[in-house]
T-cell receptor, first 115, second 114 residues
Framework: AQSVTQLDSQVPVFEEAPVELRCNYS??????LFWYVQYPNQGLQLLLK??????LVKGINGFEAEFNKSQTSFHLRKPSVHISDTAEYFC?????????????FGQGTTLQVKP | EPEVTQTPSHQVTQMGQEVILRCVPI?????FYWYRQILGQKVEFLVS????????KSEIFDDQFSVERPDGSNFTLKIRSTKLEDSAMYFC????????????FGPGTRLTVL
């Protein structure tokens, strides 16, 4: 069975500092990997996704993530955060085969950017 | 920019009552989903729906739950007899394709069962 673990429930960071939000997954089959962001009182918005090809994926708002198959990780990074990046971030996986679109989410990480 | 909308934003109901949560997916999308998030917990998959049929459903999606696309624009989730543990935020999502495509999420309906 697939599962996703986000190792940090909260990550406080100062504005303009770099940040890494960690995500590990377990799956016995090939997976597709996603990061979603949720701003207060809004739905989830896709930041980036890894389907195949280059393991470094660039997304919106200056975020990027690296797929590491040997470590089964898909950590999200940003070199310099802004106050507006304060939000909940969710890592998710979906099956590579027989896919019905089902997303399995991690617990979420709250990114708190301080001035 | 097209977006997924959900109504109501907040629904309060008594245990045992039926509720219908409504979603209007993006108009050219063909795949539809419901997820829920109990307060403080993960976002959990409930069901995926394509071509007027359920593609996959989770263990949570038992006989008390049903989905319908009644008129080609709305996508509804019905809970026949609500329980206290159904209290959660319910998210609708839609995508143009299933495999490689982004799922667009609505803002959610907060369901409170008293």
């Amino acid at each position: 069975a697939q599962s996703v673990t986000q190792l940090d429930s909260q990550v406080p960071v100062f504005e303009e500092a770099p940040v890494e939000l960690r995500c590990n997954y377990s799956s016995s089959v090939s997976v597709y990997l996603f990061w979603y962001v949720q701003y207060p009182n809004q739905g989830l918005q896709l930041l980036l996704k890894y389907l195949s090809g280059s393991t470094l994926v660039k997304g919106i708002n200056g975020f990027e993530a690296e797929f590491n198959k040997s470590q089964t990780s898909f950590h999200l990074r940003k070199p310099s955060v802004h106050i507006s990046d304060t939000a909940e971030y969710f890592c998710a996986v979906s099956h590579g085969s027989g896919n019905t679109g089902k997303l399995i989410f991690g617990q979420g990480t709250t990114l708190q950017v301080k001035p | 920019e097209p977006e997924v909308t959900q109504t109501p934003s907040h629904q309060v109901t008594q245990m045992g009552q039926e509720v219908i949560l409504r979603c209007v997916p993006i108009s050219n999308h063909l795949y539809f989903y419901w997820y829920r998030q109990i307060l403080g917990q993960k976002v959990e998959f409930l069901v995926s729906f394509y071509n007027n049929e359920i593609s996959e459903k989770s263990e949570i999606f038992d006989d008390q739950f049903s989905v319908e696309r009644p008129d080609g624009s709305n996508f509804t989730l019905k809970i026949r007899s609500t329980k206290l543990e159904d209290s959660a935020m319910y998210f609708c999502a839609s995508s143009e394709e299933v495999l490689l495509d982004e799922q667009f999420f609505g803002p959610g309906t907060r369901l409170t069962v008293l």
